[in-house]
């Protein structure tokens, strides 16, 4: 039995979304570059080392926080702004700590990345 023109047509169609689908599933997902930052008492704020990961913002934030709990550190909410590449990273990262040193707050930069935080843990 053959299929009308317009089916076939369909059909080849649903099948290369399909094929697609399974390609960008197998596929891993692009890291994101980020660092996190979080105010701290008396005009302080804590950034992290810059990294690169796949991990959920609400999870990155909650772990950085939870460092900072663990290191008796007073902060505000977190946030850990993302970047395409390392470079553009690196340069929103400098200017965070440019603006802040100028504006007076003290910046204290803390060697942490997820996977540190991670294995130290263990």
Not at 27 to 39: E, K, Q, V
Not at 62 to 83: E, I, K, Y
Not at 86 to 94: E, G
Request: glycine share 4%; charged share 20%.
């Amino acid at each position: 039995m053959r299929l009308p023109l317009q089916s076939a047509a369909v059909l080849k169609v649903a099948a290369f979304g399909a094929a697609t689908g399974l390609a960008l599933a197998a596929t891993p997902a692009a890291a994101d570059w980020r660092y996190c930052l979080a105010r701290g008492p008396s005009r302080t704020v804590y950034l992290s080392a810059p990294f690169s990961t796949v991990a959920a913002m609400p999870a990155l934030d909650a772990a950085f926080g939870s460092m900072l709990d663990r290191t008796h550190r007073a902060h505000d909410p977190v946030q850990c702004p993302r970047a395409e590449d390392a470079a553009a990273l690196r340069a929103m990262r400098h200017t965070a700590l440019r603006y802040n040193r100028q504006d007076g707050v003290t910046v204290v930069e803390i060697d942490w990345t997820p996977d540190r935080d991670a294995a130290a843990k263990r």
